[in-house]
C-alpha cells in the first residue's frame, strides 16, 4: 500500500509514456484547434491528475537559442537521452563559426572533387530558415566558402519549405537569395538555382513511406527531368497560378533550363552535399547517391563524391561521409533499462515510427535487448482528409501489448497533431485531437487495469498555433481573401505532463522544478519503474506524497544493475 513512506520501490504495474505529437498549451484561443476540439478525457485529466508544463524548444531541447522552435527529432532525443545535447543546427552553426567544418575530411573531400575544370558542386536541401531540417544561412556560408576555395561552378537543387516557415513564403527566400548569387557570381564563379519543388511532393521522404518522393527528386536533381522554367521565382509564382491555394510544400518539381537543357545535372566526377542536418528525411535520398539498394531505377548513378552535413543513422553509416560529426548520443533510458531486464515496447505509425525508435534510441537504428517495436502503416492520404490517422490502431496495439504483461515500459506516439497541424487546416486539427482524445480513452482504463500509471507528454506545439498571430493583438493575420491567415510551423509553447495513475496511486505526483523540459522525462520514468536515474541525465519530477500532501523523499530507489 503507498502511503507515507519515505523508500520507494516502484510501482507495481508497467510506465506508459504517450507523446502527443504537435500538443503544445497556449492560453491564446485564437486558431487554437486544441482549445476547440472536445476532448473529455483530457479535460478530466487536467482537472484531476498532477500535471505540470515542460519546455519542448530551443535550448531545452539542444536548439542554438530559445527562438528556435523544437521538433520531433530532437524532442524524443530529449526524452529518450534525458540529457540535453546539442543538436544538428548547433553543431553545424559551430563548425562553421568555428572554421573546423572547412577543415573536416568531408568538406576536403568536396573541394577536392568540385575543383576539377569540368566539376560541379551541387548543393541539395530545404531552402528556407526554420532550423529544423537545414538553416538557408548553411547554404551561404558553403558557396562562399566553396568559391573562396577555387570552385568554379555550383548548382543548386532547393526543396520548399512552406512546413517549419510561413505557408508561402518561398518567394520571401527565393529572391533575397537570387540577389546574394547575383553579388557573389563573378567570372571565375557561377553558382546558380538548378531544380526544385515542395519538400512533401519530392525527396525528402521518411520511414520509407513514399519511395515515389526519392524517385521523382532523383529524376529532377540527377537527370534533369521535368518541367523546365527560366529560374526559380517563374516556377513558383507559376505554379500558385495553375493551382491557387497550393502551398510551398506541395509545390511540383520544377527544372531550370536554357535553350531547352536543363542547367543543373549531376554528372560523372561532380561533387554533391545534401546540406540538411536533420536526419529522417535525408536517408532515403543518401542511400540512393550512395549506391544502395532503393526500390527505383536510377537509370544511371553518377561516379561522384557525396556527402551529408551530419551522418543521419550512425549505425548503418547513412552517409559515410559528412561534414559535421552527429552529436553522440550515449547512456539513454533504452540502453539503461535494457541492462536492468526490463522489457520494453515502442510502437507509432509510419510517419513517428522513427522518433519512438530511433531517435529515442539516440540516433540507434538497432534495438537494445528487451525491445520490441511495432509499426502501424501509415495511410498515403493527405492528413487532413483523415485526420483520425492511426490512432485507433495505434490504441489497439496499446492495449493487447499492456494486456500481455510483457512489458514494464511501453511507449508510443500519436502523430495527428503535428502531422494534420502541418496541413494548416484548422478543422481537420481540431478533429486530429479528439480523435487523440477518444484514443486515450482507451488506453488509460487498460493502463490502470494493469496497476499502471501513465505519463502524458508532447514533443514540441503545433495545433495550438494554426493561425498566424499578430505579436501585439495575438489576433490572426488575414490572407488577401480576409481569411485568417494558416500556419504550418511548429510552436514556441510548453507542452503539458501529466501523470495519471488512476485510484490506485494517489500519493504520486509531479514536483515543479525550474526549467524542466523533456529531458527530465527519463528520469521520472525510471524513478517509477524503482531504478534510480543515470548520473547524466535531468532530475525525476517524481515526487510522493502522504495522505496530508507533504512530499515525500524518493531516498533509494533500486539501483541500476
Known amino acids: 500500500m503507498l502511503s507515507k513512506f519515505s523508500e520507494f520501490s516502484g510501482i507495481s504495474g508497467p510506465v506508459v509514456l504517450i507523446v502527443m505529437d504537435g500538443y503544445g498549451i497556449s492560453p ?69 563559426a568555428s572554421g573546423t567544418l572547412w577543415q573536416g575530411q568531408g568538406w576536403r573531400d568536396i573541394i577536392q572533387q568540385a575543383s576539377g575544370d569540368c566539376a560541379t558542386l551541387h548543393c541539395i536541401g530545404l531552402f528556407s530558415d526554420g532550423n529544423v531540417h537545414s538553416h538557408i544561412d548553411h547554404l551561404q556560408a558553403m558557396l562562399r566558402q566553396a568559391k573562396r576555395e577555387g570552385v568554379k561552378r555550383a548548382r543548386l537543387h532547393i526543396l520548399l519549405d512552406g512546413r517549419d516557415v510561413a505557408e508561402t513564403s518561398a518567394l520571401d527566400y527565393l529572391l533575397p537569395f537570387e540577389r546574394f548569387l547575383a553579388e557573389l557570381n563573378d567570372a571565375n564563379f557561377d553558382a546558380r538555382i538548378a531544380s526544385g519543388g515542395g519538400r512533401q511532393v519530392i525527396t525528402m521522404d521518411r520511414y520509407e513511406a513514399d519511395w515515389k518522393m526519392v524517385e521523382l527528386g532523383w529524376k529532377t536533381h540527377v537527370l534533369g527531368e521535368g518541367e523546365q522554367f527560366r529560374n526559380a521565382a517563374e516556377a513558383v509564382q507559376t505554379m500558385r497560378d495553375r493551382h491557387p491555394g497550393i502551398t510551398d510544400q506541395n509545390l511540383p518539381p520544377f527544372v531550370i533550363g536554357e535553350q531547352g537543357e536543363p542547367i543543373g545535372r549531376i554528372q560523372d566526377g561532380d561533387a554533391v ?3 540538411n542536418f536533420r536526419g529522417d528525411r535525408a536517408i532515403e535520398i543518401s542511400c540512393a547517391f550512395e549506391g544502395r539498394e532503393v526500390p527505383f531505377s536510377r537509370q544511371r548513378i553518377p561516379e561522384i563524391i557525396y556527402a551529408g552535413m551530419l551522418q543521419y543513422d550512425g549505425d548503418l553509416a547513412i552517409p559515410r561521409r559528412f ?63 483523415r485526420p483520425e490517422m492511426k490512432a485507433a490502431e495505434i490504441a489497439d496495439a496499446m492495449i493487447r501489448s499492456l494486456q500481455s504483461w510483457e512489458y514494464r515500459f511501453l ?65 490572426p493575420l488575414l490572407n488577401p481573401k480576409g481569411e485568417p491567415k494558416a500556419k504550418t510551423a511548429h510552436t514556441l509553447n510548453p507542452v503539458p505532463l501529466i501523470l495519471d495513475g488512476g485510484s490506485r496511486y494517489p500519493n504520486l505526483g509531479l514536483k515543479r522544478v525550474k526549467h524542466a523540459g523533456l529531458a527530465n522525462l527519463a528520469a521520472t520514468i525510471a524513478n517509477l519503474l524503482g531504478l534510480e536515474k543515470h548520473a547524466d541525465w535531468q532530475e525525476s519530477l517524481l515526487k510522493i506524497e502522504d495522505v496530508s500532501g507533504t512530499a515525500q523523499p524518493i531516498a533509494h530507489a533500486h539501483r541500476h544493475m
Not at 510517419?351 to 498515403?380: A, C, M
Not at 511507449?411 to 496541413?423: Q, S
Request: one cysteine or more.
Open 28 to 96: 491564446n484561443h485564437a486558431g487554437n484547434a486544441i482549445a476547440a476540439a472536445r476532448k473529455p478525457t483530457l479535460d478530466n485529466l487536467f482537472t484531476n491528475c498532477p500535471h505540470t508544463l515542460l519546455a519542448a524548444h530551443g535550448k531545452a531541447v539542444g536548439m542554438p537559442s530559445d527562438d528556435d522552435m523544437g521538433n520531433s527529432e530532437v524532442g524524443h532525443n530529449a526524452l529518450g537521452a534525458g540529457q540535453i545535447y546539442a543538436q544538428g543546427a548547433l553543431l553545424v552553426a559551430e563548425a562553421i
Open 273 to 275: 552535399v545534401f546540406f
Open 323 to 385: 561534414l559535421v560529426p552527429p552529436p553522440a548520443i550515449c547512456n539513454t533510458l533504452g540502453e539503461w533499462l535494457s541492462r536492468s531486464n526490463i522489457a520494453q515496447f515502442a510502437c507509432s505509425e509510419t510517419q513517428k515510427f522513427g522518433h519512438v525508435t530511433y531517435f529515442w534510441n539516440g540516433n540507434r537504428s538497432g534495438k537494445f535487448t528487451g525491445e520490441t517495436w511495432l509499426e502501424i502503416p501509415s495511410d498515403s492520404v493527405p492528413f487532413e482528409q
Open 411 to 475: 511507449r508510443c506516439n500519436f502523430a495527428n497533431g503535428d502531422m494534420v497541424g502541418h496541413t494548416g487546416n484548422f478543422e481537420a486539427a481540431r478533429l486530429a485531437i479528439e480523435s487523440v482524445d477518444l484514443a486515450l480513452s482507451r488506453v488509460l482504463p487498460a493502463v490502470h487495469q494493469m496497476q499502471g500509471v501513465a505519463l502524458i507528454t508532447a514533443d514540441h506545439g503545433n495545433a495550438d498555433e494554426m493561425y498566424e498571430l499578430d505579436r501585439k493583438t495575438g489576433q
